[in-house]
T-cell receptor, first 113, second 112 residues
Framework: DQQVKQNSPSLSVQEGRISILNCDYTNSMFDYFLWYKKYPAEGPTFLIS?????DKNEDGRFTVFLNKSAKHLSLHIVPSQPGDSAVYFC????????????FGQGTRLTINP | DTAVSQTPKYLVTQMGNDKSIKCEQN?????MYWYKQDSKKFLKIMFS???????INETVPNRFSPKSPDKAHLNLHINSLELGDSAVYFC???????????FGSGTRLTVV
């Protein structure tokens, strides 16, 4: 039972354009959402998070949008840079129950020069 | 200074062997985790410890046994290794359960 899904295994974007990565979840108890970035042979690194009391959080070139009614979140990167090429994982957790991060399967983003 | 360090980075071993992976964090976090990334790239939690106490134990074979001698260390011991255990194992820690994790760089285990 995959509670967090990233339906696009890969995405290719031209440098300077906007990258939009999507994530859907099924568990309505999730109240905290994160995006992680992963380079080959390294562990995932935290990028940006959002609490369920918000619908948008911005940090420099990165913005996360949360649509609770649709159980959907997205990560916008603008402008996209070559160094953004990596695998991006969406993750979610709930304050109640087993407090653990549940991850999506990742989207490989490639930024083309 | 590496925040979460795990050793070894690569581990190749034969079926039936017993092996351990070590993890240490210097962030002062109370909670530590082991995640497994399988061939399909899913990151799935295996165990979680809070201040040396086991709090999450997902459906993992008994051959996997975590050990936390103190809150800065969480080791993973695997008995009777099987081919299906081949994966990348990530250690992580967090200041609060279910919140921003810091991951180690992973241990790629290959069972032959």
């Amino acid at each position: 039972d995959q509670q967090v899904k990233q339906n696009s295994p890969s995405l290719s974007v031209q440098e300077g354009r906007i990258s939009i990565l999507n994530c859907d979840y099924t568990n309505s108890m999730f109240d905290y959402f994160l995006w992680y970035k992963k380079y080959p042979a390294e562990g995932p690194t935290f990028l940006i998070s959002i609490s369920s009391i918000k619908d948008k959080n911005e940090d420099g070139r990165f913005t996360v949008f949360l649509n609770k009614s649709a159980k959907h979140l997205s990560l916008h990167i603008v402008p996209s840079q070559p160094g953004d090429s990596a695998v991006y994982f969406c993750a979610a957790s709930a304050q109640t129950g087993a407090q653990k991060l549940v991850f999506g399967q990742g989207t490989r983003l490639t930024i083309n020069p | 200074d590496t925040a979460v360090s795990q050793t070894p980075k690569y581990l190749v071993t034969q079926m039936g062997n017993d092996k351990s992976i070590k993890c240490e964090q210097n962030l002062g976090h109370d909670t530590m985790y082991w995640y497994k990334q399988d061939s399909k790239k899913f990151l799935k939690i295996m165990f979680s410890y809070n201040n040396k106490e086991l709090i999450i134990n997902e459906t993992v074979p008994n051959r996997f046994s975590p050990k936390s001698p103190d809150k800065a260390h969480l080791n993973l011991h695997i008995n009777s290794l099987e081919l299906g255990d081949s994966a990348v194992y990530f250690c992580a820690s967090s200041y609060r359960q279910g919140r921003g994790y810091t991951f180690g760089s992973g241990t790629r285990l290959t069972v032959v």
